[in-house]
């Protein structure tokens, strides 16, 4: 179903790029991010032609279910930090607002479009549930679009061993000896202690690396690899000028590294792309909303809800009944804009071990085949915000598929059924395909409540 572009590639500075997945930013003072200088921003000159999805370390399977609600989010984004000069400021950065080669038309054109002729996958580690299918999904919308999937290791990836036995990273072997990164005593005992048994912990993942070569098989993908040598105390003391102090974070020389060895693709794959690239579907589609890290939710909704801001390991936000009325009964309207019926999913806050902090609760969901006509129940579900996937204390974010809703507007209620101190807490819905019946969630603790690997 895919059709031509009328849209012309003649020069690699025609390109468009969508980068989506965890990129950290650099940093110059520890705090404040200059998203501006990441790699995913250093791949064209032309800032309006960068799209990037960020989303923590919470993992493809949010983006695989919602990636065209998330493409149009983004390019909204772009356009309001045009408004607000945030763009204005990156291009002075790189020179272009006074730079006759660049056509004021073309760029304002490239800030609304989602035409995206490069795709990076910005996942690694544990962070890939979800990958396949949104790789599918990219493909299917960009049949010629260049993929390249990102693999980036970190001094945290090193495993620190002593009597054969894991001690912790090379940050906490750092903290042990009382040596900060990047100090002379630091590689001094790396390199001169034969004791010392550093591993690297990202080895040995068949099923990760079974899956990128599934994407990169099925659907032409290109994998880019940040060198490393089989020793990671090589490793360390040859690319210690990549990385920051707080063994997780690029340097401002990584992202450059990094964004030269992503180009090196692009441009051999340049000279095959077409001039004309095709535009293929999202396939069922999707309406997505997430709220979790915003606060912004545009639902239509009960007047007794109010918008949560909590703090489990990030700031965060859910719509709730209040701490006040946390048994109070509340309402949300979602909308299926499409020809057909499709799933309903929600995403709520648990934790665990039992039992949960939340209440219970009954959802049901309404529709009137007409607007002001009698709502009729549809769907009911039973949810239980208790998580036992951990063996720790957790607190985080779960979904499930409540129902199948049809066109048009919907009206989703839920009342507790025990009592509790904390309402239930709302934080993303999504009105997407058969294909699928979990979501994930948009956030930093989304996925993955405590992660070993970062």
């Not at 998203?35 to 923590?56: C, E, R, V």
């Not at 960009?142 to 036995?165: C, G, T």
């Not at 360390?236 to 693709?265: A, C, K």
């Not at 007409?370 to 579900?381: D, L, Q």
Request: charge should be negative.
């Amino acid at each position: 179903d895919a059709e031509r572009s009328d849209r012309l590639v003649e020069i690699v500075e025609d390109l468009r790029f969508l980068s989506i997945g965890a990129s950290r930013a650099v940093t110059s003072d520890g705090t404040s991010s200059e998203w501006y200088n990441s790699y995913p921003y250093l791949l064209s000159p032309d800032p309006s032609k960068i799209t990037h999805l960020a989303d923590g370390v919470s993992g493809p399977r949010y983006p695989s279910v919602c990636i065209q609600s998330l493409v149009a989010e983004a390019i909204q984004h772009k356009v309001v930090e045009k408004e607000h000069d945030m763009i204005h400021a990156t291009d002075n950065l790189h020179g272009i607002i006074d730079n006759p080669a660049v056509d004021a038309e073309d760029r304002n054109e490239a800030l609304t479009s989602d035409e995206y002729d490069v795709i990076i996958l910005n996942y690694f580690m544990q962070a890939w549930d979800g990958l396949y299918d949104l790789a599918k999904r990219l493909r299917n919308r960009y049949p010629d679009a260049i993929i390249v999937m990102v693999r980036v290791w970190k001094p945290a990836h090193i495993s620190w061993y002593k009597d054969n036995l894991r001690m912790g990273n090379l940050r906490d072997w750092s903290k042990w000896q009382d040596v900060g990164f990047d100090t002379i005593d630091f590689f001094t005992e790396i390199s001169k202690n034969p004791n010392l048994d550093l591993r690297w912990q990202m080895i040995g993942n068949q099923g990760r690396d079974d899956l990128v070569a599934s994407i990169i098989k099925d659907f032409g993908a290109h994998l880019y690899k940040l060198p490393y040598h089989e020793d990671p105390k090589v490793s360390i003391i040859e690319s210690r000028h990549l990385f920051s102090q707080d063994f997780t974070r690029l340097s401002t020389e990584g992202h450059h590294v990094i964004s030269l060895g992503i180009l090196g693709i692009v441009y051999r794959q340049f000279n095959s792309y077409p001039r004309h690239p095709r535009i293929g579907t999202w396939g069922d589609g999707d309406v997505c909303h997430s709220w979790y890290m915003s606060g912004d939710c545009p639902l239509e909704r009960s007047p007794n809800l109010v918008m949560e801001k909590f703090k489990s390991i990030a700031t965060q936000y859910a719509l709730s009944t209040g701490m006040d009325n946390p048994s109070d009964t509340g309402w949300i309207v979602v909308e299926n804009p499409f020809e057909t019926e499709r799933n309903f999913i929600l995403s709520y806050m648990v934790s665990g071990p039992p039992p949960s902090i939340y209440p219970e609760v009954v959802i049901r969901i309404y529709h009137a085949e007409e607007e002001g006509g009698e709502e009729i129940e549809i769907a009911t579900e039973h949810i239980d915000p208790t998580t036992m996937d951990y063996n720790a204390e957790v607190h985080t974010v779960a979904t499930t598929k409540v129902g199948r809703i049809p066109p048009g507007k919907s009206r989703v209620y839920w009342a507790a059924k025990t009592n509790r101190r904390r309402p239930f807490r709302i934080v993303a819905t999504q009105v997407v395909g058969d294909g699928f019946v979990t979501g994930g969630i948009l956030g930093p603790s989304a996925d993955y409540s405590h992660m070993s690997l970062y």
